[in-house]
């Protein structure tokens, strides 16, 4: 089978690269690697895709569509991380391997004229290459964790560090260098990842076929199938639309022929997947295993097409070049067109989608829609004033992310910390107002297998693990959310940030998690977070707005621009001089905060008002029992004390008259 899937795959891609152009004959005069990098490129980029999607299958399966035994993984668990460590090992050497053919490649050298230097260089400071060092250090990490303990959250932590390797390759090629980042980067490694998790998954079942779990596990993995399949359909979509530029060039270009082959891939993918669902999982739970193992094994075959399909549409040139020669330098950098001057209908109007933050909410929203419904159906309640709080929470999240003012943020200082305090402060705040933790923990069912972990059983773990108890921690949340405020800005790291796609996304989401641990701490009522005293509460916001204020103050007598580098680059001639921008931005973190520290003062004296009543209430019921039982009560006792004290005093012969 293992032979037959692999012929499967060189075959469709070499078939595919000669159709579409991949190969095409040397020009000459013009620097030539020669045939054998022209064509071991894609050949290699089969053999990572393969290794990566192997590694992710065996670990994500090991870690959790399998029970375990105890805290450790099962004994089938323990054979596929085994075989994860050939896989991770030989996935970061392909990759090693990779980074020599691409410096061949793009110099048009051969191997042998090569040095260490240029490769070396090529790796440290070349976006392809420094993914592709980057993915290789990951898998390596994979293979010596794979090999470290048979424990499950290292399995798990094997898992996600798999998937993230699998990653850093959609930050370039087509993708990086396509007009709107925006789209482009977040669709293709949606799709990476989706993928991935699809075909290794039915990967590893096929290495259990005889096992006695296999038809529970399988019934798992159709789940997650189904979600996959629906991810990888809505991102490709997306990532064509990019690449393809307008609709004729999929009839009407090579790279739009790939592209419906790989469609109709996907198209047979699903029928087999619906098949699965409805009648091969049911034989193979009647102990009919020979009919699950025949179509998951067509499936892989289909699965090896699409692959290679997908290899050779990254060697492919694309309708839209990459480099085109009359390319606006703006354009390539911010992923639009300069915008023009703000009003309220650009800022509104003009939106920039983000795929990223678009499936966030959307996932967000669906899922805590689908919690309120459940509890409804179970006949309980769940407040309207949370559903409110969440919703509008992640509207505004998906606002001032996709709206015409995050194409403002990348070219204005003062855009940028609206978008910062938007996302740090209002976003945050009215996400721990939806109580999600409390929500998940009511509404996600069990597993049958008592040995199975659910998400519920991971979030729980989550939540009492020592991280969680570490962030939590007041003084920690509070020195994340005011430390990212200093640190961001009064060093180098702003502009370093701008100039990644993945960077930008990174500085984004960390805006909106570090204000959510902050909050929570301070107002939250989901499980988990510490529970301090109101007044101490009180005294860390007011110390997280005195350090708010003295950053906004800083910013406004700073004579320094920050970022430069960034912002010279893209400075519109409509807008105003760079410093007086900047200090009208830190005007602007100076009094955003006001409003919802307010608003966070007022929760937090409601809730201190209300554990003294509390309290008081059962003092009262306290001396209610004890009136009705005849026993002293915690408050009689202590008045009890103080009297007896006062008469001892009072006896005593050396008492100052």
Same mark, same amino acid.
């Given at each position: 089978?293992?032979?037959?899937?692999?012929?499967?795959?060189?075959?469709?891609?070499?078939?595919?690269?000669?159709? @579409?152009?991949?190969?095409?004959?040397?020009?000459?005069?013009?620097?030539?690697?020669?045939?054998?990098?022209?064509?071991?490129?894609?050949?290699?980029?089969?053999?990572?895709?393969?290794?990566?999607?192997?590694?992710?299958?065996?670990?994500?399966?090991?870690?959790?569509?399998?029970? @375990?035994?105890?805290?450790?993984?099962?004994?089938?668990?323990?054979?596929?991380?085994?075989?994860?460590?050939?896989?991770?090992?030989?996935?970061?050497?392909?990759?090693?391997?990779?980074?020599?053919?691409?410096?061949?490649?793009l110099l048009g050298q051969p191997l042998n004229n090569l040095g260490s230097a240029t490769v070396v260089s090529f790796a440290a400071s070349i976006p392809q290459g420094q993914a592709l060092l980057l993915q290789a250090g990951l898998a390596l990490a994979a293979a010596v964790l794979s090999r470290a303990g048979v424990s499950r959250w290292l399995a798990a932590t094997v898992a996600l560090l798999a998937m993230a390797a699998l990653l850093p390759p959609a930050f370039t090629g087509h993708a990086a260098g396509s007009g709107n980042h925006q789209i482009a980067v977040t669709s293709l490694a949606l799709h990476i990842l989706a993928a991935g998790i699809w075909?290794?998954?039915?990967?590893?079942?096929?290495?259990?076929?005889?096992?006695?779990?296999?038809?529970?596990?399988?019934?798992?993995?159709?789940?997650?199938?189904?979600?996959?399949?629906?991810?990888?359909?809505?991102?490709?979509?997306?990532?064509?639309?990019?690449?393809?530029?307008?609709?004729?060039?999929?009839?009407?270009?090579?790279? @739009?022929?790939?592209?419906?082959?790989?469609?109709?891939?996907?198209?047979?993918?699903?029928?087999?997947?619906?098949?699965?669902?409805?009648?091969?999982?049911?034989?193979?739970?009647?102990?009919?295993?020979?009919?699950?193992?025949?179509?998951?094994?067509?499936?892989?075959?289909?699965f090896a097409a699409a692959v290679g399909l997908a290899v050779a549409l990254s060697r492919s040139p694309t309708p839209i070049p990459d480099d085109p020669l009359d390319a606006d330098p703006l354009t390539e950098l911010l992923g639009f067109a300069m915008p023009a001057a703000p009003a309220a209908t650009r800022v509104i109007g003009q939106p920039l989608p983000d795929m990223f933050f678009l499936t966030l909410v959307t996932l967000g929203v669906l899922a805590y829609l689908t919690g309120v419904a459940r509890m409804r159906r179970a006949g309980h309640h769940w407040p309207a004033t949370r559903t409110a709080s969440w919703l509008a929470g992640m509207l505004?999240?998906?606002?001032?992310?996709?709206?015409?003012?995050?194409?403002?943020?990348?070219?204005?200082?003062?855009?940028?910390?609206?978008?910062?305090?938007?996302?740090?402060?209002?976003?945050?705040?009215?996400?721990?107002?939806?109580?999600?933790?409390?929500?998940?923990?009511?509404?996600?069912?069990?597993?049958?297998?008592?040995?199975?972990?659910?998400?519920?059983?991971?979030?729980?773990?989550?939540?009492?693990?020592?991280?969680?108890?570490?962030?939590?921690?007041?003084?920690?949340?509070?020195?994340?959310?005011?430390?990212?405020?200093?640190?961001?800005?009064?060093?180098?790291?702003?502009?370093?940030?701008?100039?990644?796609?993945?960077?930008?996304?990174?500085?984004?989401?960390?805006?909106?998690?570090?204000?959510?641990?902050?909050?929570?701490?301070?107002?939250?009522?989901?499980?988990?977070?510490?529970?301090?005293?109101?007044?101490?509460?009180?005294?860390?916001?007011?110390?997280?707005?005195?350090?708010?204020?003295?950053?906004?103050?800083?910013?406004?007598?700073?004579?320094?621009?920050?970022?430069?580098?960034?912002?010279?680059?893209?400075?519109?001639?409509?807008?105003?001089?760079?410093?007086?921008?900047?200090?009208?931005?830190?005007?602007?973190?100076?009094?955003?905060?006001?409003?919802?520290?307010?608003?966070?003062?007022?929760?937090?004296?409601?809730?201190?008002?209300?554990?003294?009543?509390?309290?008081?209430?059962?003092?009262?019921?306290?001396?209610?029992?004890?009136?009705?039982?005849?026993?002293?009560?915690?408050?009689?006792?202590?008045?009890?004390?103080?009297?007896?004290?006062?008469?001892?005093?009072?006896?005593?012969?050396?008492?100052?008259?």
């Amino acid at each position: 089978m293992t032979v037959v899937v692999g012929v499967v795959a060189v075959v469709v891609l070499l078939a595919a690269l000669r159709a @579409g152009g991949a190969l095409a004959t040397a020009i000459p005069g013009l620097p030539d690697p020669g045939p054998g990098v022209m064509w071991a490129l894609p050949v290699f980029r089969l053999l990572l895709n393969t290794l990566a999607t192997l590694t992710v299958g065996m670990t994500m399966t090991a870690a959790f569509l399998l029970p @375990g035994d105890g805290p450790t993984v099962c004994a089938r668990g323990y054979q596929l991380l085994r075989r994860s460590t050939v896989t991770a090992a030989g996935w970061a050497l392909t990759a090693t391997v990779l980074i020599v053919l691409t410096v061949s490649d793009l110099l048009g050298q051969p191997l042998n004229n090569l040095g260490s230097a240029t490769v070396v260089s090529f790796a440290a400071s070349i976006p392809q290459g420094q993914a592709l060092l980057l993915q290789a250090g990951l898998a390596l990490a994979a293979a010596v964790l794979s090999r470290a303990g048979v424990s499950r959250w290292l399995a798990a932590t094997v898992a996600l560090l798999a998937m993230a390797a699998l990653l850093p390759p959609a930050f370039t090629g087509h993708a990086a260098g396509s007009g709107n980042h925006q789209i482009a980067v977040t669709s293709l490694a949606l799709h990476i990842l989706a993928a991935g998790i699809w075909v290794g998954g039915l990967a590893a079942l096929l290495m259990m076929r005889r096992s006695r779990l296999l038809a529970d596990t399988a019934t798992r993995y159709s789940r997650l199938a189904l979600g996959c399949c629906t991810a990888v359909a809505i991102s490709g979509l997306a990532s064509a639309a990019v690449r393809l530029g307008t609709v004729d060039q999929l009839w009407q270009s090579r790279y @739009g022929w790939l592209l419906c082959g790989k469609l109709a891939a996907l198209l047979a993918l699903g029928a087999l997947g619906a098949r699965h669902r409805r009648h091969t999982l049911p034989a193979l739970r009647a102990g009919q295993r020979g009919v699950f193992t025949r179509f998951a094994a067509a499936e892989l075959v289909v699965f090896a097409a699409a692959v290679g399909l997908a290899v050779a549409l990254s060697r492919s040139p694309t309708p839209i070049p990459d480099d085109p020669l009359d390319a606006d330098p703006l354009t390539e950098l911010l992923g639009f067109a300069m915008p023009a001057a703000p009003a309220a209908t650009r800022v509104i109007g003009q939106p920039l989608p983000d795929m990223f933050f678009l499936t966030l909410v959307t996932l967000g929203v669906l899922a805590y829609l689908t919690g309120v419904a459940r509890m409804r159906r179970a006949g309980h309640h769940w407040p309207a004033t949370r559903t409110a709080s969440w919703l509008a929470g992640m509207l505004l999240l998906a606002a001032i992310t996709n709206l015409g003012i995050a194409r403002y943020a990348y070219v204005l200082f003062s855009a940028h910390m609206v978008q910062h305090m938007v996302l740090s402060m209002l976003v945050p705040i009215l996400l721990v107002g939806g109580a999600p933790i409390t929500l998940a923990l009511r509404t996600l069912r069990r597993p049958a297998d008592p040995q199975m972990r659910g998400a519920r059983e991971w979030l729980l773990l989550a939540l009492h693990s020592r991280p969680a108890r570490i962030l939590t921690h007041p003084l920690v949340a509070l020195a994340i959310y005011t430390g990212s405020l200093f640190g961001l800005y009064f060093s180098d790291l702003l502009g370093t940030l701008m100039r990644s796609h993945l960077g930008h996304l990174a500085m984004l989401t960390h805006f909106v998690l570090a204000g959510y641990l902050l909050f929570w701490v301070l107002i939250g009522v989901d499980p988990g977070r510490p529970r301090l005293a109101p007044p101490l509460l009180v005294i860390i916001h007011l110390a997280s707005m005195m350090a708010h204020g003295f950053f906004g103050l800083i910013l406004m007598q700073s004579t320094t621009v920050i970022a430069p580098d960034w912002y010279l680059a893209v400075h519109p001639d409509w807008a105003a001089p760079l410093l007086d921008d900047q200090h009208l931005g830190a005007g602007i973190a100076w009094a955003f905060g006001e409003l919802p520290a307010a608003v966070v003062m007022i929760v937090l004296v409601r809730q201190w008002i209300r554990a003294d009543e509390r309290e008081q209430a059962r003092l009262d019921r306290a001396a209610d029992r004890a009136d009705a039982t005849g026993t002293p009560d915690d408050l009689a006792r202590y008045n009890t004390f103080l009297r007896d004290a006062a008469r001892e005093s009072d006896r005593r012969p050396d008492r100052p008259r």
